[in-house]
């Protein structure tokens, strides 16, 4: 647990320098999306410092109570305190969205850049089994893979990037293919240049940006299929706490215990929002038109 | 339209005023004072248009000359208020015929646009609306406008149609634009602005995206049907030499100010502003000495966004005085009917001119062939899995030589197979039969600067990069080549540390030249370098490519379809025609006594910047279109349009065959 | 035309076939095997033996795959484990269900998204970027909301506290009235998860299309903004828009899973539901190509519309 914490500040840390570096800092959406995510981000990190109930921890004396300052999302039906559950669920949707992005960011760029660059057979192979996983709706795509390879956290990842790699492959592809036809590659050409160094020189570096920009879309959307998920009985499984689960419990006792079900949701639109926000940021300041 | 003349409100400023001077006020038909146009960027606000007074008279044909960040395209969207955001007009009156259309609603200024006053847009390709059947971009306007039924509006645009120039017009008005080509496109547009009878005509670049000989004879057409209809015309272009065919009067704008303006006669033989003169010089004349360098102007436009205190040009100028940089000049009355805003009287002249510096002698050309296409052949296959299509001919059987230090010129418009036989020159593209034989490496400088380099990359990789690829030297060996190319293009080491981006064109240009040289090669393809840059930059790159010939001697293989700088820096020019070469020889000879009917009517087309010489000369532009290289006729290519042709032109192809000592050209008639 | 159709039938084609194939064989991935993964605990030895007999599990796997395909063609599905009625009878009973929400949703959505993105598109051209922004944040918000937390908080309020809306009861088509009254959260949620995105891509689309040329030449002769709006914007604007429509319909596959399972709506989203919960991996299978199969022919169905919109595809 405590290295999960760890690991979690590590990777924000990493990334914020990196932020600096392209001044992104500066762009309004940019800071909004930190505004909410940074705090998120540094609670769920401090949660075992805080005053809270632990997690797991049932109390059955005292169940079912509204949010209080002692409990300040309420209690479930068992007696566990819903903000602290809430905090680790948050770090397993954080986990599952970094994860998601990463391997589809991987996966999509390597394929993607050998289906658009070197086309023929390749291409034609690649993009007929992506065309096969896009034929699935996504969710169902998921479902459809943990009803088989079972729940749980890593299997949720698996299926998730499996719904999400054939999209990254595809964007990549169509970028490679505007970029092939440039005079600089001609150039490069011209000298004989490999196809590796074309590759690794000059069509990948100007292919990260707006795969980045995806990337961070794609991570979003990854918490909301891992909540819907956990949400139907086929994704994290209690107790271990999963936001999408968490609301699940509540769901019999909607009406007299709201809390349970609906604050955790707030929790999820905020990280899902400051992510979309944050790519959008990302993306105008990466936009050519605005370089001076 | 019948509005009362509006009494003089406001003073007019001494610029307007001396536009005054050169009008007869009681035919004056629109009256601009002090147009102020602005633009709000993220950079600040870009004032694009500064004080723009200008009159023109009924029936008079005015040009508005200037590069790119001069404003002129801004100035005509203002007049009709046809700005997007974040453009606006932020002050100045615009006058027709006595009302202000700056003052007007909407819906009042609805009333005049299309009606009173018609437009011709730059782009034919992106001006129509792609899902709109044209009689239905046609007819309606014509409707509203004249008031006639759907039937009459219809007939009334055939009429029209057919007036253009567009064969078959009844069949063609239910078609869609993209069936038709751009030059067709464009007689759309002037169809579509024309037949709504309008009193004044904008016409912003209509020319610009079109070939050579379209470009001729879309600017007769408008010229003539314009006086038909007793219409003015406000003609905006940034090419000067066009300007002398058809203007009665030339405004020249640089930095959002009209810099000089008069008579068309005045502005060619006596021009007054350094600029206009520069512009001027700096078009390879008819009868230039091959031997002296183009006169060039040094330096970029200004940024718009951060505007110099007192004249605009002053950076540029080469007899700049110290009043240029306190007080911005304002437009005086100069002789000649002229009106100038210089503070030196007289402008370049009152300097005396440089002898111009004769470039050194090209080192001797030998005869050793460098390189060599035989009957070089590309078709590009089209058919799809269920179609059968005909292939793209775009290379038909060219055979050249290009020998050592000399340079050839490849002539042609769109189509013609130029820019293919570049690719095939530096192995982009395989032939699909015939053979090239190069002794040594090619090289190419690209077209567009933009999109030439990998905008990731610093201008030192850029350049350096051939050599790294192929393993050229050790680090220190390559950074000190490097340094010695970024010098030999003319450009400070400093530059080495910048992204593209940061670079002008005409700098990036220099870049492609110095990354073209790394490895020395021994022949360097030049595709259409100059076209994408502005006029005032381009003779520095030709310059360049021409010293650089006489120094390194080089061999160059010069593409382009800009006649007078091929003529400059070519030894032999090949002129093409759908895929083959009709024409080849020595540049003088091909230029002075072309055999070829094809290489007379490019020539004709050429517009001279000498209004004289322009009324004198009885041009008949070619008629018809280009044709498609996917529809090649049987006998020779240019029959269709060839005023000579005969019947056994059309069955029989013909080859190139010498008439003069050095010249040979491809055809039956050639005399 | 001709030429694309056929082209792009020979992908759907191989991709159907893609689908298929991909299904029948990852079900065999299952660790153990499909029989004993139903069963679970519940049999064992002889009894398992016969179920793995009448799964058709013994057989080489060359001929599950094909008695597997000729089952989909033929439409013979077997039956659920559970209650044993054949899979194609509820299916039959679930489809109706099921699109009458989809095709409801797509109205409601698209009644709504339209003209707020043609809206906001005229504004963002304009420069009257306050409105817009807040417009495009609310509806970025809208967007990003759980589908599932939003069916949850609206039967928590509109059903529940408000009582407007029944959450439970039956759901046929005899009766129209309590039909819809039933059906009209789920279609209210799921719209409220597609509208954003529709009114966001018509928004770029419009917007675009107001800065292309030739509406600056139709402004030039004279046309009033508003009719320019009409007789070039959105003519061009409906080939992007029929492809958002068309992808809003596969999206709208995963949301129904969803608010059938919460206001228990007898879907085909439910079905699936059920089918996973009673191990029922026939079902699964079978509803799994189902929905795949439907997803790719909206696809095929939209880009063939698209086509036939567009003059310059169709000669």
Partial sequence: MADQTADLRTRARLSLPAFRQLGMLANQKVRVAFFILVPILLLTAAAPLLPLQGPLETNLGAMMLPPSIEHPFGTDRMGRDVLSRTLQGVKVSLLVGFSVALIALVVGMILGTLAGFFGGLADRAIMTVVDIFLAFPSLLLAIGLVAIVGTGLVPVIAAIAMADVPRFIRLQRSQVLSLRSRPFIDAARTV????????????????????????????????????????????????????????????????????????????????????????????????????? | ?????????????????????????????????????????????????????????????????????????????????????????????????????????????????????????????????????????????????????????????????????????????????????????????????????????????????????????????????????????????????????????????YAGRIVEFGPVEAIFEKPQHPYTQSLLRTIPAVDALKGSRLPQIPGVPPDMRRKPDGCAFRARCAVASPRCARDEPVLAPRPGGLATACWVEGGLTAAPEAPRPRRAAATRRENRVIVEMNNLVKHFDQ?????????????????????????????????????????????????????????????????????????????????????????????????????????????????????????????????????????????VVADEPTSALDVSVRAQIINLLADLKAELGISFVFISHDLLTVRYISDRIAVMYLGEVVEYGPAEDVFARPMHPY???????????????????????????????????????????????????????????KYRTSQEAACHHAN | MLDYSLKK????????????????????????????????????????ELLREQMGLNEPLGRQYLDYLHSLITLDLGDTITTRIPVAELMAKALPVTLSIAVLTILLTVVIAIPLGTVTAYMAHKGRSRMDNLLTGFAMIVDLMPSFWTALVFLLLFSLTL???????????????????????????????????????????????????????????????????????????????????????????????????????PGIGNLLITGINSRDYQLVQTLIVFYALLFVTINFATDLVYRALDPRVSF
Avoid at chain 2, 151 to 165: I, M, N, T, Y
């Fill in chain 2, 1 to 253: 339209m019948g509005h009362p003349r509006a009494p003089q409100a406001k003073n007019r400023t001494p610029e307007s005023h001396a536009m005054t001077l050169l009008s007869d006020v009681d035919a004056t038909l629109l009256d601009i004072r002090d147009l102020r146009t602005e633009f709000a960027t993220r950079g600040g606000i870009v004032t694009a248009v500064d004080g723009v007074s200008l009159i023109v008279d009924q029936g008079e044909r005015i040009a508005i000359v200037g590069e790119s960040g001069s404003g002129k395209s801004a100035m005509a969207m203002s007049l009709l208020r046809l700005l997007a955001h974040p453009g606006r007009v932020a002050g100045g009156q615009v006058l027709l015929q006595g009302t202000d259309l700056c003052a007007l609603s909407e819906r009042e200024l609805n009333a005049i646009r299309g009606r009173i006053v018609g437009t011709v847009f730059q782009d034919p390709m992106s001006s129509l609306d792609p899902v709109m059947k044209i009689s239905r971009q046609m007819v309606e306007p014509i409707m509203r406008v004249l008031g006639l039924d759907r039937d009459a509006a219809r007939a009334e645009a055939v009429r029209w149609l057919d007036k253009v120039g567009i064969p078959d017009p009844e069949r063609r008005i239910e078609g869609y634009p993209f069936e038709m080509s751009g030059g067709m496109r464009q007689r759309v547009m002037i169809a579509m602005a024309l037949s709504c009878k309008p009193r004044l005509v904008i016409a912003d670049e209509p020319t610009t995206a079109l070939d050579v000989t379209i470009q001729a004879q879309i600017v007769e057409m408008l010229k003539d049907l314009t006086e038909e209809a007793g219409a003015a015309m406000m003609f905006i272009t940034h090419d000067l030499g066009l300007v002398a065919r058809f203007a009665h009067k030339v405004a020249v704008m």
């Fill in chain 2, 383 to 523: 058919s799809g899995m269920f179609s059968a299509r005909p292939p793209v001919r775009a290379v038909n059987g060219v055979s050249l030589r290009v020998h050592k230090g000399e340079t050839l010129g490849i002539v042609g418009e769109s189509g013609c197979g130029k820019s293919t036989l570049a690719r095939l020159l530096l192995g982009l593209e395989q032939p699909t039969s015939g053979e090239i034989f190069i002794a040594g490496l090619a090289q190419m400088v690209f077209q567009d600067p933009t999109s030439s380099f990998n905008p990731k990359m610093k201008v030192r990789r850029i350049i350096e990069e051939p050599l790294v690829v192929q393993n050229w030297g050790d680090r220190a060996a390559r950074a000190e080549r490097v340094d010695e190319l970024i010098q030999q293009v003319g450009l400070d080491p400093s530059f080495l540390n910048r992204y593209p981006s940061q670079l002008s064109g005409g700098q990036r240009q220099r870049v492609a030249v110095a990354r073209a040289l790394a490895l020395k090669p021994s022949v």
């Fill in chain 1, 192 to 292: 004989r240049a490999s196809h590796g160094w074309m590759m690794t020189r000059h069509v990948i570096p100007n292919t990260v940006a707006p795969m980045l920009v995806a990337a961070s879309i794609a991570s979003a959307n990854a918490i909301l299929v891992e909540a819907s998920l956990s949400f139907l009985g086929l994704g994290i499984m209690p107790p271990a706490p999963s936001l999408g689960n968490i609301i699940r419990d509540g769901q019999i006792y909607l009406q007299q215990a709201w809390w349970i079900s609906t604050l955790p949701g707030v929790v999820i639109l905020m990280m899902a929002f400051s992510l979309h926000f944050l790519s959008d940021g990302a993306r105008e300041e990466l936009d050519p038109r605005a370089r001076k």
């Fill in chain 2, 599 to 657: 290489t007379r009517a490019l020539i004709d087309a050429v517009p001279i910047p000498d209004p004289r010489l322009e009324s004198a000369r009885h041009n008949a532009p070619l008629k018809g279109d280009l044709p498609s290289p996917l529809d090649l006729p049987e006998g020779c290519a240019f029959a269709s349009r060839c005023p000579m042709a005969t019947d056994l032109c059309r069955t029989d192809k013909p080859a190139l065959k």
């Fill in chain 3, 163 to 265: 009582g407007w809306f029944p959450a439970s009861g039956a759901v046929t088509l005899d009766d129209p009235a309590a039909f819809l009254a039933r059906i009209a959260l789920p279609v209210l949620v799921l719209s409220v998860s597609q509208v954003a995105t529709m009114a966001r891509i018509t928004r770029t689309a419009v917007l675009e299309i107001l800065s292309e040329d030739y509406v600056r030449t139709a402004r030039a002769m004279g046309w009033s903004e508003f009719r320019v709006l009409f007789r070039h914007a959105l003519k061009n604007a409906a080939l992007p828009i029929v492809t958002v429509i068309g992808l809003s319909f596969g999206n709208l596959l995963n949301g129904t899973v969803i608010v059938e399972f919460i206001f228990t709506i």
């Fill in chain 3, 9 to 48: 039938f020979a992908q759907l084609f191989v991709t159907v076939f893609g689908v298929v194939t991909l299904v029948f064989f990852t079900l065999r991935l299952i660790p153990g095997d499909a029989a004993s993964a139903m069963a679970g605990d519940t049999m064992s030895g002889e009894a398992l």
